[in-house]
């Protein structure tokens, strides 16, 4: 697999082939190398909701300005932050590190004050922006699996996140959409498959110091 190829072939894809799903295969493996991006301390403060129901991708579409990629793409995924950012979900995590790393919780005591101490610092607004940046992360992990896996996407931010939390019952799980991205396959008639990749030259993008 050439990535750079990969990245080539990729864009925002606009219409999408209502009639091609993915497999059971290639979703699970789409959202398992979601699951293995990057994230500050690895805490993960967010929650990847996948969507399939028709009707609620209806109401979806709806809350997203009617764009088709919210119904026509095989899946829907929401980013979800955590609204109410806590110590306690730094203790989960020490926990879980505990378990799978067959450590003491007790060695971890150091690493889990670093973390709290960090939540304990953020007010609400803060609070927003860091888990907010920590689920566009997994974004850019899901976009670049997609295209490694020969899967179109299409991330998106053109929708009403109110209306999305208020549909998806997001408020009383304590989470709050932030982005969302549709996966499937492109349309044979989606012009902008065509189109040539427009992106700065690497000598005005990048600055080696």
Not at 73 to 88: G, M
Not at 111 to 123: E, I, P, S, W, Y
């Amino acid at each position: 697999m050439d990535i750079l190829q990969k990245l080539e072939w990729r864009y925002a894809v606009k219409k999408f082939d209502a009639a091609r799903k993915l497999s059971a295969a290639q979703l699970d493996r789409i959202i398992a190398a979601t699951r293995l991006s990057a994230s500050s301390y690895g805490l993960q403060p967010y929650k990847i909701l996948v969507v399939e129901n028709p009707a609620v991708r209806e109401q979806l579409r709806k809350a997203s300005w009617n764009q088709t990629q919210i119904t026509d793409a095989s899946h829907l995924v929401v980013f979800a932050r955590y609204n109410d950012l806590q110590a306690s979900h730094v203790d989960d995590y020490t926990k879980n590190i505990a378990a799978t790393r067959n450590i003491n919780p007790e060695d971890l005591a150091g690493f889990a004050g670093v973390m709290k101490g960090t939540v304990n610092r953020l007010d609400a607004k803060d609070a927003a922006v860091w888990t907010s940046k920590q689920a566009y992360l997994a974004l850019g992990t899901l976009l670049t699996a997609a295209a490694a896996e020969d899967i179109d996407a299409c991330p998106m931010e053109g929708f009403d996140a109110a209306q999305y939390d208020e549909i998806l019952g997001l408020k009383d799980k304590g989470l709050a959409t932030v982005v969302i991205a549709a996966i499937g396959f492109r349309a044979d008639d989606d012009v902008m498959q065509h189109a040539k990749k427009v992106r700065k030259p690497m000598d005005e993008l990048v600055e080696m110091i």
